[in-house]
């Protein structure tokens, strides 16, 4: 049979092949929190499951978690070569600096081809799950073969120790899969939803901190999350049972719990990774997930539903098969 004119050879589905994940050595406890803000380790763990964040150095930012999770990737999966990386999407909210992009600097730091596209993704909590989306979207378009999506956030540096409703809450890290191109694709579905009426609920503040109120996002996530999460699976025409594992957002453990009882999904499905660091925005799924690779929880061909939310107020979903 001839080939057919103007169709690139390779392949055009998507699919996860790696994955790598870093968090900083230094450990902030909630009893370092109680020398800072009038708190305790009870109540924060009440209020929100959290146990501990990882803080960076003052000398890291944030393309070197970027950076340290890529090559905790390549140090696990022998057989990538980043100079066949042809494209690396960074989701942050917390940027080195507004520009150059962190993904340019992973480019240079980690030998990825010149030619490579490099872009970061600004969509707060919601970002690592976006630019997963926009991976998909290169591949289809034939255009790239693999692309390195990370989620990295140096939270630590934007949080005011001062308020005792939010510091308690961010931590910092990174977490990055690989996306290539595959003969059967494992994107199964996506979808997206944004109420910029709610945007300033979670912004950064002139003077570059976090400013939040908690019970208008915590209102609107339970609200609209559970609805989401349905959609997305009813796209692929498949339902709550058939789904192997539940990969929100790590924002809040309660807040996790609550969505997962309007949804009536049993906790054992949830992978989280806010009880041992925080509230990492746009890092928190990558962490989760690598986190339960390591563990073994994740096997191939399993369903997975990732779905992250927040500012913007920004909601981004996504299903898949896991393939590695």
């Given at each position: 049979?001839?080939?057919?004119?103007?169709?690139?050879?390779?392949?055009?589905?998507?699919?996860?092949?790696?994955i790598g994940s870093y968090v900083p050595e230094q450990v902030i406890t909630?009893?370092?929190?109680?020398?800072?803000?009038?708190?305790?380790?009870?109540?924060?763990?009440?209020?929100?499951?959290?146990?501990?964040?990882?803080?960076?150095?003052?000398?890291?930012?944030?393309?070197?978690?970027?950076?340290?999770?890529?090559?905790?990737?390549?140090?696990?999966?022998?057989?990538?070569?980043?100079?066949?990386?042809?494209?690396?999407?960074?989701?942050?909210?917390?940027?080195?600096?507004?520009?150059?992009?962190?993904?340019?600097?992973?480019?240079?730091?980690?030998?990825?081809?010149?030619?490579?596209?490099?872009?970061?993704?600004?969509?707060?909590?919601?970002?690592?799950?976006?630019?997963?989306?926009?991976?998909?979207?290169?591949?289809?378009?034939?255009?790239?073969?693999?692309?390195?999506?990370?989620?990295?956030?140096?939270?630590?540096?934007?949080?005011?120790?001062?308020?005792?409703?939010?510091?308690?809450?961010?931590?910092?890290?990174?977490?990055?899969?690989?996306?290539?191109?595959?003969?059967?694709?494992?994107?199964?579905?996506?979808?997206?939803?944004?109420?910029?009426?709610?945007?300033?609920?979670?912004?950064?503040?002139?003077?570059?901190?976090?400013?939040?109120?908690?019970?208008?996002?915590?209102?609107?996530?339970?609200?609209?999350?559970?609805?989401?999460?349905?959609?997305?699976?009813?796209?692929?025409?498949?339902?709550?049972?058939?789904?192997?594992?539940?990969?929100?957002?790590?924002?809040?453990?309660?807040?996790?719990?609550?969505?997962?009882?309007?949804?009536?999904?049993?906790?054992?499905?949830?992978?989280?990774?806010?009880?041992?660091?925080?509230?990492?925005?746009?890092?928190?799924?990558?962490?989760?997930?690598?986190?339960?690779?390591?563990?073994?929880?994740?096997?191939?061909?399993?369903?997975?539903?990732?779905?992250?939310?927040?500012?913007?107020?920004?909601?981004?979903?996504?299903?898949?098969?896991?393939?590695?």
């Amino acid at each position: 049979m001839a080939k057919e004119i103007g169709k690139p050879a390779f392949l055009s589905e998507a699919r996860i092949s790696a994955i790598g994940s870093y968090v900083p050595e230094q450990v902030i406890t909630n009893a370092d929190l109680e020398t800072l803000v009038d708190t305790d380790h009870e109540w924060i763990v009440r209020r929100t499951g959290i146990e501990q964040r990882h803080k960076a150095a003052d000398d890291q930012s944030t393309s070197h978690l970027a950076i340290a999770a890529v090559h905790d990737l390549l140090y696990k999966f022998p057989a990538v070569s980043a100079s066949d990386i042809d494209a690396i999407l960074v989701a942050t909210t917390t940027p080195d600096m507004p520009f150059p992009s962190v993904a340019s600097q992973v480019q240079q730091a980690i030998g990825a081809a010149s030619g490579s596209l490099a872009v970061d993704v600004s969509a707060a909590c919601a970002g690592f799950v976006t630019a997963l989306q926009l991976a998909n979207g290169l591949i289809l378009s034939r255009s790239f073969r693999k692309v390195l999506v990370i989620g990295a956030e140096t939270l630590t540096k934007i949080t005011d120790y001062t308020d005792r409703s939010t510091c308690i809450l961010f931590g910092d890290g990174a977490g990055a899969v690989l996306v290539e191109a595959a003969d059967q694709g494992a994107f199964l579905s996506s979808n997206a939803n944004t109420d910029g009426s709610g945007g300033m609920q979670v912004y950064c503040s002139a003077d570059n901190k976090i400013v939040q109120n908690g019970r208008e996002v915590y209102k609107w996530a339970l609200s609209t999350v559970p609805g989401g999460v349905r959609d997305l699976l009813q796209k692929a025409g498949s339902t709550l049972e058939s789904l192997d594992w539940f990969i929100p957002h790590s924002a809040n453990l309660r807040m996790i719990e609550a969505i997962c009882e309007r949804l009536d999904m049993p906790a054992e499905k949830i992978l989280q990774s806010v009880v041992s660091n925080g509230n990492t925005s746009a890092a928190s799924i990558p962490l989760a997930l690598d986190a339960a690779y390591r563990q073994g929880k994740l096997q191939s061909g399993q369903l997975l539903a990732l779905y992250g939310f927040g500012s913007g107020l920004t909601q981004s979903g996504l299903l898949l098969r896991w393939t590695i």
